[in-house]
């Protein structure tokens, strides 16, 4: 069974630009979350969809918003990129049959540069 | 809420046992344990349910103090692939943020042979 994907992995933007991310889960998987991976700070929650639905929503700023498709397949969009968006996102899907969190497996990351 | 992981790093030689601790201010349902290893993504090692449950990996074992929103994980006899950082998620009970997980700063483990 293919893993978690994730596109690009690495990318490079100017403060100000605008940046989609891609996410494509396991099959079977309708819920995707996505978390933002800075050194010290851990994992911070993003956003999760399940079945095209925002589920929940962490503390960031609105410039960060997200998508999901038909096909469970997830966007991350990113506009007005400032330098302290610099990170490595990663994508996790779970099966999320019940309403509480299941194992999550984890993309390898899309690794954020913003000059 | 964000738990607190300690300690922040620990040194260990192969061979040698380690604990590390998870603890919220948040009625807890569940604790979920990662372990990232540099430059990979998080790996699941562990989630321990409300009411004694657990599920994950035959050789780390944890535990879960529900009363005290606390839990630990116990690495017994350390590998040099026990090596990364190790993450616990935590789900909090209730609210509007059912099925979410917060994350902590991370364990940074380090074996050496």
């Known amino acids: 069974k293919a893993g978690v994907t994730q596109t690009p992995r690495y990318l490079i933007k100017t403060r100000g630009q605008q940046v989609t991310l891609s996410c494509s889960p396991i099959?079977?998987?309708?819920?995707v979350s996505w978390y933002q991976q800075t050194p010290g700070q851990g994992l911070q929650f993003l956003f999760e969809?399940?079945?095209?639905?925002?589920?929940n929503k962490g503390n960031f700023p609105g410039r960060f918003s997200g998508r999901q498709f038909s096909n469970s397949r997830s966007e991350m969009n990113v506009s007005t990129l400032e330098l302290g968006d610099s990170a490595l996102y990663l994508c996790?899907?779970?099966?999320?049959?019940?309403?509480?969190?299941?194992?999550?497996?984890f993309g390898p990351g899309t690794r954020l540069l913003v000059l | 809420q964000q738990p607190v992981q300690s300690p922040q790093a620990v040194i260990l030689r192969e061979g040698e046992d380690a604990v590390i601790n998870c603890s919220s201010s948040?009625?807890?349902?569940?604790v979920h344990w990662y372990r990232q290893k540099h430059g990979e993504a998080p790996v699941f090692l562990m989630i321990?349910?409300?009411?004694?449950e657990q599920k994950g990996h035959e050789k780390i074992s944890a535990s879960f103090n529900e009363k005290k929103q606390q839990s630990s994980l116990y690495l017994t006899a350390s590998q040099l692939s026990y090596s990364g950082t190790y993450f616990c998620?935590?789900?909090?009970?209730?609210?509007?943020?059912?099925?979410?997980?917060?994350f902590g700063r991370g364990t940074q483990l380090t074996v050496w042979p």
């Open positions: 996790a899907s779970s099966f999320r049959t019940s309403g509480r969190a299941e194992t999550q497996y």
């Open positions: 099959s079977g998987h309708r819920s």
């Open positions: 969809y399940f079945s095209e639905t925002q589920r």
């Open positions: 948040k009625a807890l349902y569940s």
């Open positions: 321990l349910l409300k009411g004694g």
């Open positions: 998620g935590t789900e909090e009970s209730g609210g509007s943020t059912l099925g979410r997980l917060y």
